[in-house]
């Protein structure tokens, strides 16, 4: 668990299904500007549950970290972060991507949610290297990264599928300090 005055991050459990369904049927079009279009067995509470097991078992496995941005005044989950693709070995290296729900934009959430996870991946899970990969008209998303200490390394050429189409991602990196 990660916490700060504002925000508390954490793993999901079972109790959180439903407000994991809420959140993602409520920014459904929303999210999908920006990400792999969903099953839409994905929308259910079987599936919600069904992420929250798999989250655990990759998390055990040290393959994937998925957890929860909750707002601590509201006690609220407004938004989800993750570490996936870790590399081990010499790499040391892991993608990170998050959603926040839409009405929370713009108030300075992610940016905090991002640093306080950063630091979590650099200091608890001795990675040495985080990459993120943004469609380049989502500004408000490069800003937030660059906030938390990203810098801008190119453009990957239609990088991914999404709604059907390859879209183009600018490559942001951090490097842990200590190393």
Do not use: C
Request: proline share 2%; aromatic share 12%; charged share 25%.
């Amino acid at each position: 668990m990660i916490t700060s005055k504002d925000l508390t991050i954490r793993a999901f459990t079972l109790p959180d299904a439903k407000a994991m369904l809420s959140l993602q049927t409520k920014n459904r079009a929303f999210f999908e500007e920006f990400a792999l279009t969903r099953r839409d067995d994905f929308y259910t509470i079987p599936g919600q549950v069904e992420k929250i097991k798999d989250a655990a078992l990759k998390a055990q496995e040290d393959k994937e970290y998925y957890f929860g941005i909750f707002e601590n005044h509201e006690k609220k989950l407004i938004g989800t972060i993750s570490l996936f693709n870790i590399v081990r070995g010499a790499s040391q290296s892991a993608i990170i991507g998050y959603f926040l729900d839409e009405d929370y934009n713009g108030k300075g959430y992610m940016t905090q949610a991002a640093k306080l996870f950063v630091t979590y991946a650099f200091t608890e899970l001795n990675l040495h290297r985080i990459q993120a990969e943004v469609q380049p008209h989502n500004v408000g998303s490069i800003r937030v990264l660059e906030k938390a200490g990203f810098h801008q390394e190119g453009l990957a050429t239609k990088n991914l599928k999404i709604r059907g189409e390859w879209k183009d991602h600018q490559v942001l990196a951090i490097i842990n300090p200590a190393d």
